[in-house]
């Protein structure tokens, strides 16, 4: 493990293999729950360098997701809500839809850390959302 990633508090260790969920939509998630964060806390809360979250905004920037203001060291950055996603498989998602789904676990997971994503009522809640996402794919096909 990397001196950087050693002592973070609370975090899982490193994993790996394949995950689910990619460290753009990581990084874009982090800054929809708020705009004003600094790359170092991206970073510490996705489990990447400082260099790979540059990386990851830039590419979201050149892709037209993302753009920012600098106000003195600060940046705002703004996301895309309505851009869609890239892969043709996603196509017609928009980026809002995806970052309802991330930003909205990621809210629940740190004010209520006790629930379980097994729990009766939150699986029930994930699985209307996904599959009302899977039924707006569809109708657009």
């Given at each position: 493990?990397?001196p950087?990633?050693?002592?973070?508090?609370g975090?899982?260790?490193?994993?790996?293999?394949?995950?689910?969920?990619?460290?753009?939509?990581?990084?874009?998630?982090?800054?929809?729950?708020?705009?004003?964060?600094?790359?170092?806390?991206i970073?510490?809360?996705?489990r990447?360098?400082?260099?790979?979250?540059?990386?990851?905004?830039?590419?979201?920037?050149?892709?037209g997701?993302?753009?920012?203001t600098?106000?003195?060291?600060?940046?705002?950055?703004?996301?895309?809500?309505?851009?869609?996603?890239?892969?043709?498989a996603?196509?017609?998602l928009?980026?809002?839809s995806?970052?309802?789904?991330?930003?909205?676990?990621?809210?629940?997971?740190?004010?209520?850390?006790?629930?379980?994503?097994?729990?009766p009522?939150?699986?029930?809640?994930?699985?209307?959302?996904?599959?009302?996402?899977?039924?707006?794919?569809?109708?657009?096909?």
């Open positions: 493990m990397s950087k990633m050693q002592g973070m508090v975090v899982p260790e490193p994993h790996t293999g394949w995950t689910f969920i990619t460290n753009h939509a990581r990084v874009l998630a982090a800054i929809a729950d708020n705009p004003n964060v600094r790359i170092r806390e970073a510490a809360h996705c990447l360098t400082e260099r790979a979250v540059q990386r990851i905004i830039s590419d979201l920037e050149q892709g997701y993302l753009s920012h600098r106000d003195g060291r600060t940046n705002t950055y703004r996301i895309e809500p309505d851009k869609v996603l890239r892969h043709p996603e196509a017609g928009s980026v809002a995806l970052l309802s789904l991330l930003v909205q676990d990621e809210t629940e997971r740190v004010s209520n850390p006790v629930a379980q994503v097994g729990a009522a939150e699986h029930r809640r994930r699985e209307a959302d996904m599959d009302r996402l899977l039924r707006r794919r569809v109708d657009r096909e």
